[in-house]
């Protein structure tokens, strides 16, 4: 069992950065793929990025690809994803989420564990 917090959520303005984190617990953190979602109102929760159990293999969806990066640090057994020239449209909750496989993928049904989730709201 893998528990996740997301911190780091807030209020931005267009074209501004944020980063946010999740911090796991639990079993081996470094035994897991991590992965970010976002879910906005009234849509189904996204893919964001993916990073595999060493740091070494990232996954980005199209829509976020050039502006966000995703990193973890296992000896802090955290995950972040710094979000950098947000838009109105990165408006959502972020949910980081565990692979115990091993993967990069970007559908949920993949992911294990998953946070609680962490607002980000880009102003315009």
């Known amino acids: 069992q893998v528990q996740l917090v997301e911190s780091g959520g807030g209020l931005v303005q267009a074209g501004g950065s944020l980063r946010i984190s999740c911090a796991a617990s639990g079993r081996t953190f470094s035994g897991y793929s991590m992965g970010w979602f976002r879910q906005a109102p009234g849509k189904e929760r996204e893919f964001v990025a993916a990073i595999s159990w060493g740091g070494v293999s990232e996954n980005y969806a199209d829509s976020v690809k050039g502006r966000f990066t995703i990193s973890r640090d296992n000896a802090k057994n955290t995950v972040y994803l710094q979000m950098n020239s947000l838009k109105p449209e990165d408006t959502a909750v972020y949910y980081c989420?565990?692979?115990?496989?091993?993967?990069?993928?970007?559908?949920?049904?993949?992911?294990?564990?998953w946070g609680q989730g962490t607002q980000v709201t880009v102003s315009s």
């Open positions: 989420a565990a692979d115990r496989k091993h993967g990069l993928g970007s559908r949920t049904y993949e992911y294990d564990y």
